[in-house]
């Protein structure tokens, strides 16, 4: 077995170890909802946000975030070439319901931030920050103007615009302003006092064993039983972790994008569907229940999908 398939294998039991130490602390019954609930918080607005700012601080000049422009076109490329292969499976499956756009949106969307960024800083080091920022841009353009413009069309609430000052907010979560933070950083020429990129170090450090373990512990009282495979979640699925990624494979080889890139872009592109197609899909009142489906089988088949991407990928 090669040392590169090797590392690969350790990595990913790695992340198993973690994700099982979060699921045996919700059955023994020491996470309760209320921790459940505070730890996404914990990283969507702490560690994470802090965990990028140090990284690009640390780890990226001017030259190497000049090239990451470039990268935002590719990925969204890649994206909207799913989008369009999923509208031709929407009318293939006729899903029943307002479904068109949860459907369009969860085929081609993938949880690139909450599951993405600490999976591929995990499997690839520090240096996969550019790429996988990168791919979050183009995937978050997309779902944020395409993909809510026709989950708004699905429910009750009524069209929204495709752009809109809510549509910019959206793609300014904390983990995007600590990144944002960091590039000013970098471009203005500023050294942070080392105490502070310490603190910064030491409370980011702590973000990928809190998101893995999540995974970990949201599997503990699903109701298996809720997650049958229909016909139309299958095709979904089938997009987000055969379609999707065999594209942005295929068209980051054609572009001869760099090795670490086609890596890292694979791997976000095949990851579970993006949690927000749920809220949104409440919050239009369409399907949230088809939505949250889509959302939780996605997430439980990750464990067994991301894997096998990463054993691909060490190929490359």
Known sequence: MSEVLTQAINSVLTLFLIGAVGYSLAR????????????????????????LLSVTVKSYSRADLAVLINWVGLGL?????????????????????????IFCAAFSASNTMYIGIPINLSLFGDQALGPAMAYFLANGIFFWTIGNYLMSLDGEVGRVPIVSLETLKRLLP???IGFLIGVALVLTGLKP????????????????????????LGFYGLSLASLRPLKDITVVLTGRFLVCPAITLAFCLWYQAPTLTTQVFTTQASLPVLAASSIMAGYYKSDPNYANVLVSLSTVLSVFTIPLIRVLVTTL
């Open 28 to 51: 023994f019954g020491f996470i309760n909802n209320q921790v459940k609930s505070f730890l996404p918080l914990l990283v969507v607005r702490v560690t994470l946000p802090l965990f």
């Open 174 to 176: 904390p983990p995007m």
């Open 193 to 216: 006092p080392k105490f502070f990129l310490d603190a910064t170090t030491a409370i980011g450090s702590m973000n990928t064993p809190l998101a893995i373990m999540y995974i970990g």
């Open 77 to 101: 490329v890649t994206v909207l070439l799913t989008f369009g292969i999923s509208l031709i499976a929407y009318r293939l499956t006729r899903p029943q319901g307002q479904r068109r756009g």
